[in-house]
């Protein structure tokens, strides 16, 4: 299995170039950004807030990194540590030097990453493909997860028909001109099209290979095994899966975890409903601090 990487230099060096640019313009206070080293290539995580308690660790979806937090990153680390990883494998600051297999490779890869960074428990936060890696890390490493909350994770159910054609028409919408992107992604419910900043870093990362893993749904005996406290968003539009019997089975396999379908709000939950995506993860976390 090969690894991701851009195709070439010219290509990583312009891509470098607007990740450096869309950093400074979207974080919000003081950072520390720092590369981690792990068996599967090197780890790039930005940390903020506090640096006592438990942090506050923010795994992005797929084709993103740690940026797509960066709403987040301000309110979160007025209350907590605060580490927004660039998965690695995904576009963004990291460097890839070994396959990610499968499912177990990527939880023993944000096992490393968390025991590089001297981080014995953590409140993961998991949106879409973040989530089942936090989901397996959890099954496979249970002692250093605090608290799970998944939003609008992959791995809980299987994907509605439409998944990908919504996901490749977001991906040409996210390269026309802003006026008719925007104009797209109220026709396609994907308010993370709205995000100009963003979808100039996308745009830029036309010439990275994306080799992953795809995101399967955890079985009945895998989400059982799930023993960390877990709080799960739902969109109710999601175009990643049906809501309701989505919730059904999370109630039915983890009957201690707390579920919410948040209303109107599609699988771009971070940008759809950011004040519910906030106050879950701070319910999370001020829960278990309590």
């Given at each position: 299995?090969?690894?991701s990487?851009?195709?070439?230099s010219?290509?990583?060096?312009?891509?470098?170039?607007?990740?450096?640019?869309?950093?400074?313009?979207?974080?919000?206070?003081?950072?520390?950004?720092?590369?981690?080293?792990?068996?599967?290539?090197?780890?790039?995580?930005?940390?903020?807030?506090?640096?006592?308690?438990?942090?506050?660790?923010?795994?992005?979806?797929?084709?993103?990194?740690?940026?797509?937090?960066?709403?987040?990153i301000?309110?979160?680390?007025?209350?907590?540590?605060?580490?927004?990883v660039d998965t690695?494998?995904?576009?963004?600051?990291?460097?890839?030097?070994?396959?990610v297999?499968?499912?177990?490779?990527?939880?023993?890869?944000?096992?490393?990453?968390?025991?590089?960074?001297?981080?014995p428990?953590?409140?993961?936060?998991?949106?879409?493909?973040?989530?089942?890696?936090?989901?397996?890390?959890?099954?496979?490493?249970?002692?250093?997860?605090?608290t799970?909350?998944?939003?609008?994770?992959?791995?809980?159910?299987?994907?509605?028909?439409?998944?990908?054609?919504?996901?490749?028409?977001g991906?040409m919408?996210?390269?026309?001109?802003?006026?008719?992107?925007?104009?797209?992604?109220?026709?396609?419910?994907?308010?993370?099209?709205?995000?100009?900043?963003?979808?100039t870093?996308?745009?830029?990362?036309?010439?990275?290979?994306?080799?992953?893993?795809?995101?399967?749904?955890?079985?009945?005996?895998?989400?059982?095994?799930?023993?960390?406290?877990?709080?799960?968003?739902?969109?109710?539009?999601?175009?990643?899966?049906?809501?309701?019997?989505?919730?059904?089975?999370?109630?039915?396999?983890?009957?201690?975890?707390?579920?919410h379908?948040?209303?109107?709000?599609?699988?771009?939950?971070?940008?759809?409903?950011?004040?519910?995506?906030?106050?879950?993860?701070l319910?999370?976390?001020?829960r278990?601090?309590?």
């Amino acid at each position: 299995m090969r690894i991701s990487e851009f195709r070439n230099s010219k290509a990583e060096a312009r891509y470098r170039t607007a990740y450096e640019r869309a950093l400074a313009r979207l974080w919000r206070g003081e950072r520390t950004s720092v590369d981690i080293t792990t068996g599967f290539g090197t780890t790039r995580v930005h940390r903020a807030g506090t640096a006592h308690g438990e942090p506050i660790v923010l795994l992005p979806g797929s084709g993103g990194n740690s940026l797509m937090w960066h709403a987040y990153i301000e309110p979160l680390a007025a209350r907590h540590p605060v580490i927004a990883v660039d998965t690695l494998g995904e576009p963004g600051a990291g460097v890839q030097t070994s396959p990610v297999r499968d499912a177990h490779d990527a939880a023993d890869w944000l096992e490393e990453l968390l025991a590089a960074l001297d981080v014995p428990a953590a409140h993961l936060v998991g949106c879409s493909y973040g989530g089942w890696i936090a989901l397996h890390h959890q099954i496979r490493h249970p002692g250093r997860t605090a608290t799970l909350t998944l939003v609008d994770s992959a791995g809980l159910a299987d994907l509605r028909p439409g998944f990908y054609r919504w996901l490749v028409l977001g991906g040409m919408a996210a390269m026309a001109p802003r006026r008719l992107r925007h104009r797209l992604a109220r026709r396609l419910g994907n308010s993370a099209l709205l995000d100009d900043e963003l979808m100039t870093l996308l745009r830029a990362s036309t010439g990275f290979r994306r080799r992953l893993p795809l995101a399967t749904t955890l079985t009945d005996d895998e989400l059982r095994a799930v023993s960390a406290p877990v709080l799960a968003l739902l969109g109710e539009r999601s175009a990643l899966h049906d809501a309701p019997s989505t919730a059904e089975r999370l109630h039915r396999l983890l009957p201690a975890a707390e579920i919410h379908t948040v209303p109107g709000a599609g699988h771009s939950l971070t940008t759809d409903d950011p004040a519910a995506v906030l106050a879950a993860v701070l319910s999370a976390a001020s829960r278990r601090a309590s």
